[in-house]
Nanobody, 119 residues
Framework: QVQLVESGGGLVQPGGSLRLSCAAS????????MGWYRQAPGKERELVTT???????EYADSVKGRFTISRDNAKRTVYLQMNSLKPEDTAVYYC?????????????WGQGTLVTVSS
């Protein structure tokens, strides 16, 4: 059973930084995409950033230049460095893992970690 465990959320002042981590466990195909999504109160879940196992990244326009995704494939962990945080970044951040095996598309989610940006 694949599990994703996030850590690193919390309360931070505007302009501050936080680093989120997400560790994957279980049987995982080595070629995959890991990333982060977020859901603010009253809004739909949205893409923040993803990174393939080969290193290709994708960022939402709203976080470009402020957030950086990285991953350690050996540790099966993905990180999200968030700098210059704004109140509108307040949301529950979810780790996501997806891959395709034998034409089956598999997708997993973490439990979410709350990030609150407020003075």
């Amino acid at each position: 059973q694949v599990q994703l465990v996030e850590s690193g959320g919390g309360l931070v002042q505007p302009g501050g930084s936080l680093r989120l981590s997400c560790a994957a466990s279980g049987s995982i195909f080595s070629i995959n995409v890991m990333g982060w999504y977020r859901q603010a109160p009253g809004k739909e879940r949205e893409l923040v950033t993803t990174m393939t196992s080969g290193g290709t990244t994708e960022y939402a326009d709203s976080v470009k230049g402020r957030f950086t995704i990285s991953r350690d494939n050996a540790k099966r962990t993905v990180y999200l460095q968030m700098n210059s945080l704004k109140p509108e970044d307040t949301a529950v951040y979810y780790c996501n893992l997806r891959y395709t095996v034998l034409s089956r598309n598999l997708e997993y989610w973490g439990q979410g970690t709350l990030v609150t940006v407020s003075s």
